[in-house]
């Protein structure tokens, strides 16, 4: 059943409520049962997109020298 449910807090200074609420939630608005604060559900964490080489292309190849400024003369 727990995976079946989102636990999110009410954002309430004065409440911080741990609210359950269902996954059917998600993207929506709902209000805290304690002290009437309406709350977003958040999405589901999208994972990040991964494109091929993007990771390699800021790090420096191996056996390439650093990349150093060089004086004005």
Do not use: D, F
Not at 10 to 19: D, E, F, Y
Not at 31 to 55: D, E, F, H, L, M
Request: hydrophobic share 30%; net charge positive; glycine share 6%.
């Amino acid at each position: 059943m727990a995976s079946e449910t989102v636990r999110i807090m009410c954002p309430n200074l004065t409440c911080r409520r741990i609210l359950a609420v269902p996954q059917s939630a998600r993207g929506k608005t709902v209000r805290c049962r304690n002290c009437g604060t309406n709350i977003r559900v958040p999405q589901p964490a999208a994972p990040a997109p991964t494109t091929p080489g993007a990771a390699t292309q800021a790090q420096p190849q191996p056996g390439s020298p650093p990349n150093q400024a060089k004086p004005a003369a």
